[in-house]
């Protein structure tokens, strides 16, 4: 089964830019690769510290057509 993903816009400092190329680069990760990993990896610390996230067919797909 494919896996949907979703497309955004990220702004980053120049600074947060750079050291983050640099661990992807280490890593031997893409930098949006890098990015996909970190944020899974936040928020697995954070439902381990406050439980788990329950998403709605809304949350992931919007609100029903016509509404």
């Known amino acids: 089964m494919a896996v949907i993903k979703t497309q955004f816009t990220l702004r980053l400092s120049l600074e ?3 050291k983050l190329k640099k661990i992807a680069m280490e890593e031997e990760r893409s930098m ?11 928020i697995a610390r954070y439902e381990r510290e406050n439980g788990p996230i329950e998403l709605t067919e809304e949350d992931l797909f919007g609100p029903p057509d016509g509404i």
């Open 16 to 18: 947060s830019h750079a």
């Open 32 to 42: 949006t690769n890098m990015i996909e990993y970190l944020v899974k990896k936040e």
